[in-house]
């Protein structure tokens, strides 16, 4: 974005880290984040508290991986969705996705059996092609395993006026193999027991 709008020279990786962390976490990045005041309290969220309530209703189990930083992920799910402790697997506990090892470990986890035949169904809702190509990676590391990738627009293409981008966005979704695309997160629980029913 720099090069594209001339400047020159650009600055080092570190500087452009440096500017990004002090607009997105408003304070030290590994500082207390209860002190955070940066950009990081406005995102939108994909999912709100209703979406795990209803997942709890259902019986389902459910957890996250997460590309974000462990503090990010953690912020984001104790701070503004009210989650204290939820099954995490962020950056540095696996490899980045679309490998799927950090989906294997978290579904087993929660699964408290060996992922296979008699295991549950394992779903797993994303909002990039990663997050599809990680179930479609999974799928082949356990062939016996039933999965089920779930994608969803991300929040900024579900704005108004976002119609036409969100289209093609859902394309590509649906191109790299997502078996559900989702108006929005909160038809994932319904979804989800119908497909079991």
């Given at each position: ?67 974000a ?49 008699d ?71 319904e979804?989800?027991n119908?497909?079991?029913?």
């Amino acid at each position: 974005m720099l090069r594209r709008h001339g400047l020159e020279p650009l600055p080092s990786h570190g500087a452009l880290v440096k500017v990004f962390s002090q607009l997105y976490f408003g304070g030290d990045p590994d500082g207390p984040p209860e002190a955070w005041q940066g950009f990081i309290r406005e995102e939108t969220l994909l999912v709100q508290p209703p979406f795990f309530e209803a997942l709890g209703q259902h019986g389902f189990a459910w957890g996250f991986v997460s590309g974000a930083e462990p503090a990010s992920a953690r912020f984001v799910l104790h701070q503004r969705l009210g989650l204290p402790r939820p099954p995490l697997i962020a950056m540095g506990d696996a490899p980045d996705k679309p490998d799927p090892s950090g989906l294997l470990t978290l579904a087993a986890r929660l699964a408290t059996t060996e992922l296979g035949l008699d295991a549950p169904l394992v779903a797993y809702v994303g909002d990039t092609v990663a997050d599809v190509e990680t179930v479609q990676r999974a799928r082949a590391h356990h062939p016996d395993q039933a999965f089920v990738s779930l994608a969803v627009a991300p929040p900024h293409l579900q704005a108004a006026g976002a119609g036409a981008q969100r289209l093609v966005y859902e394309d590509h979704l649906r191109q790299a193999g997502a078996d559900h695309i989702l108006a929005n997160t909160a038809q994932a629980p319904e979804l989800l027991n119908h497909l079991l029913s």
